[in-house]
């Protein structure tokens, strides 16, 4: 997968830089929002489970795209029996490439 692209097979997008994180079953990560700070975020494969601070939850299938900033979450849990693979893109630092 080039960087910078979301999808498998995808040219990378100009100015961009993507990042895969992968979630192995019936394992969380804590929330780190400077991890996320500006990408858009693609479920490659798996579920997501979003956990807020205030004890909310929300689930996310395959194909979902999210933007994990600016939100009140504290951890990030795979579910499910299969690894949970998250694709992030973001802008480059400084780049100001239009696409």
Same mark, same amino acid.
């Given at each position: 997968?080039?960087?910078?692209?979301? !999808? #498998?097979?995808?040219?990378? &997008?100009?100015g *961009?830089?993507?990042t895969t994180t992968t979630i192995l079953p019936a394992h969380s990560?804590?929330?780190?929002e400077s991890d996320w700070a500006g990408?858009?975020?693609v479920v490659l494969s798996g579920r997501l489970h979003l956990e807020c601070?205030?004890?909310e939850r929300a689930s996310f299938d395959e194909?979902? =795209?999210? !933007? &994990?900033?600016?939100l009140?979450? *504290?951890?990030?849990t795979n579910p499910g029996f299969? #690894? &949970? =693979? &998250?694709?992030?893109?973001?802008?480059? #630092?400084?780049?100001?490439?239009r696409s």
């Open positions: 997968m080039d960087a910078g692209s979301l !999808f #498998p097979g995808e040219r990378g &997008l100009p *961009c830089s993507s990560i804590d929330y780190d990408a858009i975020v601070r205030s004890g194909g979902a =795209v999210l !933007f &994990l900033t600016g009140d979450l *504290c951890r990030i299969t #690894p &949970l =693979v &998250l694709k992030s893109v973001r802008r480059r #630092p400084g780049d100001r490439t």
